[in-house]
């Protein structure tokens, strides 16, 4: 197979490498939000520890 | 066996557990969605009828999978929130309703990607893709009744009552395209066999058990992160906190 047949997928380029972006994306979604969470959640403790002191 | 799970459930050992294996699910899961869309994309021959638009199999079943997969756990730890009140199983439910979410949303997608060449539309009111918009709007149902009410217990029996209400769609989406004339294809293993040949079955294979162990990952972050807010005017908490 060459690589202009490989990303041409038999004509069906647009639906293929759509779904598979959209995979992508999901993946990605899913491993990082986890962690920007944990950022924040551990911003938020953090702060909130100093908040009760004063 | 039942002393290792009643010291798991407890939140400060399940985060510590959590903490050690999340990195391990994360590094298998990816290395086996490599390794399967590599053998999908490239290694499995093009389908005699469909060509190589039957590639987004490779993503639309394994998708399909995690949303049915995600909903029976979901379900599962809703059981056991509302009858034994654990506090790590209201986590989990919290912490499975938009991974869930996001899955059979891929799921949809890239069915409608690979019913336009193949059907010829988009979306089609059959049973099979009913349901599983159904199976959305209860995962985005669950997500937010978690984020309406602000006692977080309260909004985790209410989540947990729906979830577990919703779980009779799971074997409706499940069996739709057997119990209804369906325009979508049944299920690729009859009677203890696939249908499909060897070649293009083991990608599907190691990437479904690619996104499960993703599944794994994201849950256990997920479930650190509610457990760490939840709990934080515990000891454990603040001394996680203060070194």
Known sequence: ?54 | MWTWFHRLASPPSFYRFADLCAPWFLVVSLALIVVGVYGGLVLAPPDYQQGDAFRIIYIHVPAAWMSLFVYTFMAVASVIALVWRIKLAEVAVAAAAPVGASFTALALLTGMLWGKPMWGAYWVWDARLTSELVLLFLYLGVVALNSAITDPRAAARAAALLALVGAVNVPIVHYSVVWWNSLHQGSLFKGGGSTITWSMLWPLLITALGFTLLFGYTQLMRMRNELLLRERGSRWVKELLST
């Open chain 1, 1 to 54: 197979m060459s690589t202009h047949d490989f990303w041409s997928m038999g004509g069906y380029a647009r639906y293929v490498w759509s779904a598979y972006g959209a995979g992508l994306l999901v993946l990605l979604w899913n491993i990082l939000t986890p962690v920007l969470r944990r950022r924040s959640v551990l911003r938020e403790l953090t702060e909130g520890d100093d908040g009760d002191k004063t």
